[in-house]
């Protein structure tokens, strides 16, 4: 692993993340017009945050989105599989973190994650030992019915997010966000996806928190106009029979594959606050097939293919 910078502006990203949080719930519960509850706890081992929740809104049926500031004293399995040497290691974590699941079925569920990562050395690795920091995040888009015009929008949004940060930045990003969000025991991608990374401290620290920022402060300019478009979409039964149905692959994923919800169990996370991000009303059923050349069949057809929706 390569030296890093190590003028770590911790209080600047804790205020950045302090402001997203408040930022984007304003906006959503403008949208709504019902206002979120807020729930503020602390985590016995150390730290705490801030739950923000709407469940039963007028255009959300539940969401949640949630920032934490927390610590421990040795980072869990999730957090070390990739990374052995920092297996015991005390550690501090802090990010926002949101998911949106719409009352619409026209409108899509949305993710959006930035998160920031401190492993300190442990006096048994000596005085020169130095800590290990990385930034994660990204956000992706998880319709249940398609609409071109959507996918496009919420990509090109987060291909201007990294524009200034390299040409193959987004091309990078995008294609990670479609490898992490894929249910292997179902050969098939939770959604449309988005951008995602992890692990990021090179070239420096203020490079990997400019990154940071620009894909969070883009999440209200690529979600909100897709919601204000499709919430006032007639629907009926069907089409929340569907969205039920659909939502199951969301909780498979989020209950077996995502780290971010393991990393929270095995660290003795709030758990309430990790799974705030399951829907409300799920369906499953036993080899369920949609009717061939139904909206509700294109949506494995057109969508669910890992398309390059900027050509």
């Known amino acids: 692993m390569k030296p890093q910078n ?9 205020k950045y993340l302090t402001e997203l949080q408040k930022r984007i ?5 403008a949208l709504d017009g019902k206002p979120f509850t807020t729930d ?3 985590r016995p081992e150390g730290g705490g945050g801030t739950s923000c929740v709407i469940e039963e809104g007028n255009v959300f049926e539940r969401g949640g989105v949630n920032l934490s500031f927390v610590t421990g004293s040795a980072l869990p399995p999730s957090a070390t599989a990739a990374r052995p040497h ?29 998160r920031f990562f401190v492993a300190q050395p442990t006096p048994a690795e000596g005085p020169d030992a130095k800590p290990v920091w990385w930034f994660g995040g990204g956000m992706d888009l998880t319709p249940y019915y398609g609409f071109e015009r959507d996918a496009v929008h919420f990509h090109s949004v987060c291909h201007d997010a990294l524009r200034s940060f390299g040409d193959d930045t987004y091309a990078r990003y995008k294609k990670w966000c479609d490898e992490y969000f894929y249910l292997k025991h179902r050969k098939e991608p939770r959604g449309i996806g988005g951008v995602f990374f992890d692990d990021l401290s090179e070239p420096d620290f203020m490079h990997c928190f400019r990154l940071q920022q620009s894909v969070g402060s883009r999440f209200l300019d690529a979600y909100v106009p897709i919601v204000e478009r499709r919430k006032d979409t007639p629907y009926g039964e069907r089409e929340r029979d569907w969205q039920a149905y659909r939502r199951g692959r969301y909780v498979e994923f989020n209950l077996v594959w995502d780290r971010g919800t393991l990393f929270g169990l095995q660290s003795g996370g709030r758990t309430e606050s990790i799974l705030m ?5 799920v369906k499953w059923r036993y ?8 909206e509700e069949a294109k949506l494995y057809t057109d969508y669910l293919i890992g398309k390059d929706w900027l050509g």
């Open 6 to 14: 190590l003028a770590l502006d911790i209080p600047a990203v804790r």
């Open 25 to 29: 719930v304003g906006h959503l519960s």
């Open 40 to 42: 503020s706890w602390q």
């Open 86 to 114: 920092l297996a015991g290691r005390p550690w501090e974590a802090m990010g926002v973190s949101l998911v949106i699941h719409p009352r619409n079925p026209y409108v899509p569920t949305t993710h959006m994650n930035v």
């Open 277 to 281: 991000s399951l829907p409300p009303v």
């Open 287 to 294: 080899d369920y097939q949609p009717e061939a050349g139904s």
